[in-house]
């Protein structure tokens, strides 16, 4: 809710009701709107954000098509505008398995299958996948859309890319 401190408006979006309807809930008065909608296929008209922010590993958590999403990004931004995702740090593996964890012993999710998960992928026993992209990965994609983003990991934690458009 920081970011609709400083901000004109905050449009937020998610597929999943029960997440938006807890987003409404903490926005507490803020100029955020919250809508159900695919990132993928986003209902906006072209050219309407100074900014499009994909965080905590949107990007891969939800098996969507990276390149599609974002080009859908970059579509929806303003000339000049930024386009952030960011992912996860292979140096955040443990802390990332801890917190799954965390959330299965809470029931929130399911177990983490330790036999499947490796190579940045975690994989639950109900079949829930959760990657991350590499920097390598964030320069491919940007390099199949005609893009050059700027890669950095802060924290050992996260890996950002953004774009200008």
């Known amino acids: 809710m920081r970011l609709a401190e400083t901000v004109g408006s905050v449009v937020g979006i998610d597929t999943a009701v029960e997440s938006l309807a807890l987003a409404r809930e903490l926005d507490r008065g803020h100029k955020c709107e919250f809508m159900q909608m695919d990132a993928t296929d986003l209902a906006f008209g072209a050219d309407r954000f100074d900014a499009v922010v994909c965080v905590q590993n949107g990007?891969?958590?939800?098996?969507?098509?990276?390149?599609?999403?974002?080009?859908?990004?970059?579509r929806v931004a303003r000339p000049g505008g930024l386009v952030l995702f960011s992912t996860?740090?292979?140096?955040?593996?443990?802390?990332?398995?801890?917190?799954?964890?965390a959330q299965a012993s809470a029931?929130?999710?399911g177990a983490v299958d330790r036999a499947q998960s490796r190579d940045g992928v975690i994989v639950?026993?109900?079949?829930?996948?959760?990657?991350?992209?590499?920097?390598?990965?964030?320069k491919a994609l940007c390099s199949c859309l005609g893009r050059e983003g700027r890669i950095t990991e802060v924290d050992e934690s996260s890996v950002f890319c953004e774009l200008v458009k």
């Open 124 to 138: 639950l026993e109900d079949g829930f996948r959760a990657g991350r992209v590499t920097p390598e990965g964030f």
């Open 88 to 101: 996860y740090s292979d140096r955040f593996w443990q802390d990332r398995l801890a917190w799954f964890d």
């Open 107 to 109: 029931g929130l999710i």
């Open 59 to 74: 990007i891969c958590a939800f098996g969507v098509d990276q390149a599609v999403l974002m080009s859908e990004s970059l």
